[in-house]
């Protein structure tokens, strides 16, 4: 239960940690009579037994945010923090004029026709007071009702008396079928519908009873995103559909729904059904967000409608999907992730040549990198969430031309990490290229082949003198100052003509011309001269990234 797993985490006002007590009191159905042996209660010493128990977490919509009890196991926990009492579990004592949970359900149990779960409650109402007692004994408490050793979803019929509870608000009787009354998914229903209002689209079909249970467990499964994206709440929700698959293929596929999941909104997990990078890493298999897209039983011609949608932050909200891509075919998800795959294992060779004695291998995912350089420190991460939105769908139909944002991005993190002794640019540049030779038109060739980026590395080279981590630096606040505010300085060609002269005037006075800066200076001079002879276009992102490059270089002595 994740009640149990929760409170193991937490402490009571004297910073004990809550842990949680699991009981079994037994319960026998004679004549139709049942009866709860409070006084056979005893603890449930094992393990296995106590992760095999379910607490049914009854709603009578996605709205209700009461905690009812109608039928079943009860987990419960009530004890002091230093913020005041805490609740937990799938029950609530009564408190000033509210009811307790028990009561709260009798609405809803007062629909059901004489059965296990009616006799069960009038045998509860008739111990109500003992057993509340006794769930108040303990911080944390799981009581378990054993009837003649099963659990009650064991029992015959159970899951399909509260079936039917959850879909009797829902549906009106015509003929030997019925009609939804309530909006259930919003692509139910004809988009042609002659004389017939939009929002009766919902009655356009006809169901069996059994049809709309199934209905409830498909929206949910179909809703239920493939993956969350880190730092965000967007999930990406996929869809298989084609010839020759089966229900089985489409169950293995679509991520499991457990009785423990139905609140899974609370938790805001950002574990939701997650590929882990390091198996990725291990099996050479792509990226993460193309994993499951390529490694299943379907054939290369099945197709996916692939959605973005929003997670709701809680159970009373709803999915909003936000961007919709149809019918990919799995082939060419699979060519994609196959060049992603190359680009990954190029850059991996590079930087096993650059960092030999590199005590990790190099790792590349998308949506590592996206974060990484998109990254504005904040929960809500909205420059990520709006870019992942606007390029995944690119990348997934192979239409991921040329992103222009992402270098002036980059020059951004990097400038922010080194004011703030955050990542460096020679770990951090890879993720950079990732991004960059994924694209069809990768533009990296002809930004380091323009002059802007020669002038950068010059003037990066002349800069190494001043590095903070050199013993002999002249000038300790000049990475933090200048490097660290470096597209600022060098803005427009004149800026950085200023800064030129800047770096040339401390290295006379510091007396710093070794040859290999007299070298860089012979040829950023003529460099100069062209662009501003030629009146070519200057870009300072450009000569940023080539500053950065010479200056961050790695030399053989320190590799």
Not at 39 to 68: G, H, M, Q, W
Not at 422 to 448: E, R, V, W
Not at 483 to 488: C, D, I, M, T
Request: glycine content about 4%; hydrophobic content about 35%.
């Amino acid at each position: 239960m994740k009640d149990v797993d929760a409170n193991a985490k937490k402490k009571d006002i004297e910073g004990n940690v809550i842990t949680t007590t699991f009981y079994e009191i037994p319960v026998t159905v004679l004549d139709e009579e049942v009866t709860i042996h409070l006084d056979k209660v005893k603890e449930i010493p094992d393990e296995d037994k106590k992760k095999s128990l379910y607490a049914l977490n009854f709603k009578t919509s996605k709205k209700d945010s009461e905690k009812r009890y109608l039928f079943g196991d009860i987990s419960y926990s009530y004890f002091e923090t230093k913020k005041g009492v805490e609740e937990g579990g799938n029950y609530r004592m009564a408190k000033d004029k509210k009811a307790s949970s028990f009561y709260r359900c009798q609405d809803a149990a007062n629909q059901l026709s004489e059965s296990i779960i009616t006799r069960f409650r009038a045998a509860f109402l008739s111990n109500i007071e003992a057993i509340e007692q006794f769930l108040r004994s303990k911080p944390a408490i799981v009581l378990h009702f054993n009837f003649d050793d099963k659990s009650w979803f064991q029992l015959d019929d159970v899951t399909n008396m509260i079936d039917g509870l959850i879909t009797s608000k829902m549906i009106v009787p015509q003929d030997d079928k019925f009609v939804l009354d309530v909006y259930l998914y919003k692509t139910l229903g004809g988009h042609n519908t002659p004389n017939f209002r939009e929002e009766n689209k919902y009655k356009t079909n006809l169901f069996t009873l059994d049809e709309v249970k199934d209905l409830l467990y498909g929206v949910r499964a179909a809703q239920k995103p493939l993956k969350r994206l880190n730092k965000s709440n967007i999930g990406i929700v996929a869809l298989p559909h084609g010839e020759g698959l089966t229900s089985k293929m489409i169950a293995d596929f679509l991520p499991k729904m457990t009785n423990e999941e139905s609140d899974y909104e609370e938790e805001q997990s950002e574990n939701l059904i997650i590929v882990d990078n390091d198996v990725m890493l291990q099996n050479d298999a792509g990226d993460a967000l193309f994993y499951d897209f390529v490694y299943n039983s379907f054939d290369e011609k099945v197709k996916f409608d692939i959605i973005f949608t929003n997670i709701p932050a809680s159970p009373a909200g709803l999915y909003v999907d936000m961007v919709e891509i149809a019918s990919i075919e799995k082939s060419l998800l699979v060519e994609v992730n196959n060049k992603i795959n190359r680009v990954k294992q190029h850059l991996k060779e590079q930087f096993n040549q650059e960092f030999p004695k590199a005590k990790k291998d190099l790792e590349l995912y998308l949506e590592d990198s996206f974060l990484k350089i998109l990254s504005n420190q904040t929960k809500s991460e909205k420059k990520y969430q709006f870019h992942l939105l606007k390029v995944l769908p690119l990348i997934y139909t192979d239409n991921y031309f040329q992103d222009n944002v992402i270098l002036p991005l980059f020059i951004n993190k990097v400038e922010y990490n080194i004011r703030n002794n955050g990542q460096g640019f020679n770990t951090l540049k890879y993720n950079f290229y990732f991004l960059m030779q994924i694209q069809k038109f990768n533009p990296l060739m002809a930004i380091t082949a323009s002059t802007s980026y020669q002038i950068g590395k010059c003037l990066g080279i002349m800069s190494k003198q001043f590095e903070a981590w050199r013993d002999d630096c002249p000038i300790k606040s000049f990475e933090k100052s200048y490097v660290g505010n470096l597209s600022r300085r060098i803005s427009s060609l004149e800026d950085m003509t200023k800064f030129s002269n800047f770096i040339n005037e401390k290295l006379t006075i510091h007396e710093r011309w070794y040859p290999d800066i007299k070298e860089a200076y012979s040829s950023f001079v003529p460099l100069l001269r062209e662009l501003e002879n030629s009146k070519g276009e200057y870009n300072k992102n450009h000569c940023s990234l080539g500053f950065f490059e010479s200056y961050f270089k790695v030399s053989q002595s320190e590799k």
